[in-house]
C-alpha cells in the first residue's frame, strides 16, 4: 500500500520560511517522479514544483520560482520543500504527490499522477 505523509507545515509569518517533508511507503521511491501541489480555500487545486527521480530535473510555478526549492534523498525515500520568502498567497493546504515517470510536457497536471499524501497546512500571516 503506497503512502506519501507531508510533514513540516506551520503559521508563520510573512517573509519567513517552512521546510516541507513528504516520506513515501510502498513504493520504489527512486522510480518516481515527485510533485508538490497546493490548495486555498475556496480555489483550485494547483502545481507547485516537481522533481525527476534521480533530482536532475525541476519544475517549478511561475508564482514560486526563485523561492521554493524542491529536492529529493532516495536513500530515505523522502522529498522536501524549502519555501522562502513566503507571502500570504501561498497559504494553503499543501500537497505532495507521487506519478511514474511521463512526458514532462503533464508534469504540471494534478490528473496525472498516481498517489497523494493528505496535506500539510501552511499558513502565512501578514
Known amino acids: 500500500q503506497v503512502q506519501l505523509v507531508e510533514s513540516g507545515g506551520g503559521l508563520v509569518q510573512a517573509g519567513g520560511s517552512l521546510r516541507l517533508s513528504c516520506a513515501a511507503s510502498g513504493l520504489t521511491f527512486s522510480s518516481y517522479t515527485m510533485g508538490w501541489f497546493r490548495q486555498a480555500p475556496g480555489k483550485e487545486r494547483e502545481f507547485v514544483a516537481a522533481?525527476?527521480?534521480?533530482?536532475?530535473?525541476?519544475f517549478y510555478a511561475d508564482s514560486v520560482k526563485g523561492r521554493f526549492t524542491i529536492s529529493r534523498d532516495n536513500a530515505k525515500n523522502t522529498m522536501y520543500l524549502q519555501l522562502d520568502s513566503l507571502k500570504p498567497t501561498d497559504t494553503a493546504v499543501y500537497y505532495c504527490?507521487?506519478?511514474?515517470?511521463?512526458?514532462?510536457?503533464?508534469?504540471?497536471?494534478?490528473?496525472?499522477?498516481?498517489?497523494w499524501g493528505q496535506g500539510t497546512q501552511v499558513t502565512v500571516s501578514s
Open positions: 522533481i525527476n527521480w534521480s533530482g536532475a530535473s525541476t
Open positions: 504527490a507521487a506519478r511514474v515517470p511521463r512526458s514532462t510536457a503533464t508534469i504540471r497536471l494534478d490528473r496525472q499522477y498516481d498517489y
